[in-house]
């Protein structure tokens, strides 16, 4: 048990993730139709900004913030102001995340951005610890580097089906 318990702190952002996917199925699978005009996309774009954007950028947070020397030594760093800084950063993205739960595709869509730059950013500094510093920390390396990878595609692929599966005067783009 205590090895399950320690995965699942490690890998928070996968359990969010996979939270956020398994929600949206029930719902779908629940609902005996959906809404005129909504896509079962926006489903799952609503439930990944909750859990995979929202909730788990929350955690984040906190283990930036209040355990920086666990969560830096996890990456495979020394402890840093830094940690800080992305903490609140993280803190930002989260309130984000769940305010746009029940909002709009443009909100959530503007919500989505900023984490999608982190992730992505995060992932090439991950790669580059790998390749220059021989970095193979689980923190570094493990599950994080690839759902650094998977979480900001899956939520831009989201969007993407829900921004098809709307009128051009629903977009909120113009």
């Known amino acids: 048990m205590e090895t399950l318990i320690r995965f699942v702190v490690s890998n928070y952002f996968a359990v969010f993730f996979i939270i956020s996917l398994i ?102 500094g991950h790669i580059y610890e790998m390749v220059a510093y021989h970095n193979f920390s689980p923190g570094n390396v493990g599950l994080v580097l690839p759902f650094d990878i998977i979480i900001p595609l899956c939520g831009l692929f989201f969007a993407y089906k829900v921004s098809r599966s709307l009128s051009s005067t629903r977009r909120g783009f113009d």
Request: charged share 15%; glycine share 10%.
């Open 23 to 124: 929600v949206a199925w029930f719902k779908v699978k629940k609902s005996s139709r959906i809404e005129s005009g909504k896509s079962i996309y926006e489903i799952y774009l609503s439930e990944f900004m909750l859990y995979t954007v929202g909730w788990c950028n929350i955690v984040n947070f906190v283990f930036h913030v209040f355990f920086g020397e666990i969560s830096a030594g996890f990456i495979g760093w020394e402890d840093s102001p830094f940690q800080a800084e992305v903490g609140y950063a993280s803190l930002g993205m989260g309130i984000a995340g769940i305010m746009s739960y029940k909002r709009d595709f443009s909100f959530r869509f503007a919500a989505l951005i900023a984490p999608v730059i982190f992730y992505l950013g995060a992932a090439g």
